[in-house]
């Protein structure tokens, strides 16, 4: 059975562009959640959703936002980039929500870099 | 508010040694859960073992272990046996059961020595 997948792999942006990350969960998880993590630090949670809609979000400005789809795949898009945005994304899926009672599994990531 | 605190940021153990990475936490929660992840250079964050915050016996996955001291909040993992795969970064994680986001440590890099 697949992973997680998210795509692409890579991206280079330049400031003030926008970006949209896709993240596919594994096959039967309802529940997506998406962390930001920059070069030397661990990740830090954005977003959850389950059964399309939000459950969780972090401390992070409104220029992030996400959605999920009928399919529970979901899309991490990033507005007015800053070099600050620089990171890995990472999204992981579970089987249901709230998380505590599932593993979750997380994709390769999304490499972001912004010139 | 919730934090995770590893204090190595790096160590190294000899093959086939045991090594034990330390992590605190702070919490006023009483009911959470947690982890420690193993993030390779492939970057994929692999679960190693989970700890319910309500269980007192120490979670064990083959050569993983946990010693978790729930007063101290401290929560280290010890490997034994260690093998060239092991050496990847390793975060400390924790999740309260009222919440959904994970909150991790800064990590720790373990290198294996041959």
């Known amino acids: 059975d697949a992973g997680v997948t998210q795509s692409p792999t890579h991206l280079i942006k330049t400031r003030g562009q926008q970006v949209t990350l896709r993240c596919s969960p594994i096959?039967?998880?309802?529940?997506v959640s998406w962390y930001q993590q920059v070069l030397g630090q661990g990740p830090q949670f954005i977003f959850q959703y389950y059964e399309k809609e939000e459950r969780g979000r972090g401390n992070f400005p409104d220029r992030f936002s996400a959605r999920q789809f009928p399919n529970y795949s979901s899309e991490l898009n990033v507005n007015a980039l800053l070099l600050g945005d620089s990171a890995l994304y990472l999204c992981?899926?579970?089987?249901?929500?709230?998380?505590?009672?599932?593993?979750?599994?997380f994709g390769d990531g999304t490499r972001l870099s912004i010139l | 508010a919730q934090t995770v605190t590893q204090s190595q940021p790096e160590m190294s153990v000899q093959e086939a040694e045991t090594v034990t990475l330390s992590c605190t936490y702070d919490?006023?929660?009483?009911?959470?859960?947690l982890f420690w992840y193993k993030q390779p250079p492939s970057r994929q964050m692999i679960l190693v073992i989970r700890q319910e915050a309500y269980k007192q016996q120490n979670a064990t996955e083959n050569r993983f272990s946990v010693n978790f001291q729930k007063a101290a909040k401290s929560f280290s993992l010890k490997i034994s046996d260690s093998q060239l795969g092991d050496a990847a970064m390793y975060f400390c994680a924790c999740l309260m059961n009222r919440d959904d986001k994970i909150i991790f440590g800064k990590g720790t890099r373990l290198h294996i020595l041959p």
């Open positions: 992981a899926s579970s089987l249901g929500w709230p998380n505590s009672n599932q593993p979750q599994h």
């Open positions: 919490t006023s929660e009483s009911d959470y859960y």
């Open positions: 096959s039967g998880h309802k529940s």
